[in-house]
């Protein structure tokens, strides 16, 4: 004969599994309920493939918030939020979604989709390192620092070669670029332990040289990607500056790049890869440059109203 506090009085039901709660358990059903329902969200939402090749469920939160960072509005989200739900299914990789976004806003708004591909922008400044280098030394332009590239200068020991050299009237920077063409790859600790070791030497020359007198100095790893746990723990430690697309939190790679507008032309759809490459072998890195020296977008040779979409693309990303 059952008890008498356990006939159920409240069922669930899960797929294919029902659930009973007992009275004893009903000061704490509505929490219950909330975590099945939870795992029932779950277990409907299709899982996506990351670049790593691991997969998770897709996640309409951190598409909002890509979004919102490019710029669009309220309505504009939830349209497209709402066409990529009804598109998506298992298996499908965060790139084809990315793409989609892309698509989607780039019928909306030009310069919207132009900040939603910013990342991806941002490697297609390779293959090289050598535009990646002349774009953070536009970013610490943009910050005040007197800035000179590629540079090799002596240190106590030996000669090395500095990506970044940024200068104020207090601090020098001695930076070091870590470009990669992947998203998967990151820079381990052997990174800047090795950066470290060639700071050092620098920073034990020039300390003693008069022209450098009442400057301090701090050297610098500078990554598109990510840096490993441990790379970040140790650049803590011993007092190297990291900065990677996400790190340190707010101000990483990507806060700097919204925060002063320093959009790489990498970014525009109005020019094809070719006449990227030709701006870049011009140190033309920034869609500010252009601006700047309109010359530059005569000498594209598009057609006017190519030319006309392409203004208003960067002055949408460099003025909004």
């Given at each position: 004969m059952a008890k008498e506090n356990s006939k159920p009085i409240k069922r669930y039901t899960r797929k294919n599994t029902c659930y009973y709660l007992e009275k004893k358990d009903s000061k704490h059903r509505n929490r219950i309920f909330d975590k099945l329902k939870k795992a029932d969200k779950m277990q409907n939402t299709p899982l996506i493939k990351k670049a790593s090749g691991e997969t998770e469920p897709f996640s309409q939160e951190k598409l909002e918030i890509s979004l919102r960072r490019a710029g669009a509005g309220k309505e504009t989200i939830t349209q497209v939020v709402n066409e990529i739900k009804q598109w998506i299914q298992d298996g499908v990789s965060t790139h084809k979604i990315y793409t989609k976004a892309f698509d989607l806003l780039q019928k909306k708004k030009g310069g919207m989709a132009a900040r939603y591909k910013?990342?991806?922008a941002i490697m297609e400044l390779g293959p090289t390192g050598?535009?990646?280098?002349?774009?953070?030394?536009?970013i610490m332009k943009h910050q005040g620092f007197e800035v000179k590239t590629g540079q090799v200068i002596q240190g106590h020991c030996v000669q090395h070669e500095v990506d970044v050299i940024a200068t104020n009237h207090e601090i020098q920077y001695l930076m070091e670029c870590k470009f990669h063409n992947s998203q998967e790859k990151i820079s381990n600790v052997q990174v800047p332990l090795y950066i470290r070791s060639r700071m050092?030497?620098?920073i034990q020359k020039r300390k003693n040289e008069p022209e450098f007198n009442g400057l301090k100095f701090q050297g610098w790893v500078v990554t598109n990607t990510?840096?490993?746990?441990?790379?970040?723990?140790?650049?803590?430690?011993s007092g190297l500056k990291l900065l990677s697309w996400d790190y340190p939190e707010n101000n990483s790679l990507k806060d700097l790049i919204e925060e002063y507008r320093i959009f790489p032309i990498t970014t525009l759809a109005h020019i094809t890869q070719k006449q990227k490459i030709m701006l870049t072998e011009k140190g033309i890195v920034l869609c500010q440059q252009l601006l700047e020296e309109k010359h530059e977008i005569d000498a594209l040779g598009l057609a006017k109203p190519k030319k006309?979409?392409?203004l208003e693309e960067i002055e949408a990303l460099c003025k909004t």
């Open positions: 910013l990342k991806k050598f535009p990646f280098e002349h774009f953070i030394g536009q050092d030497d620098i990510r840096f490993s746990a441990d790379a970040m723990q140790y650049g803590k430690c006309q979409k392409l």
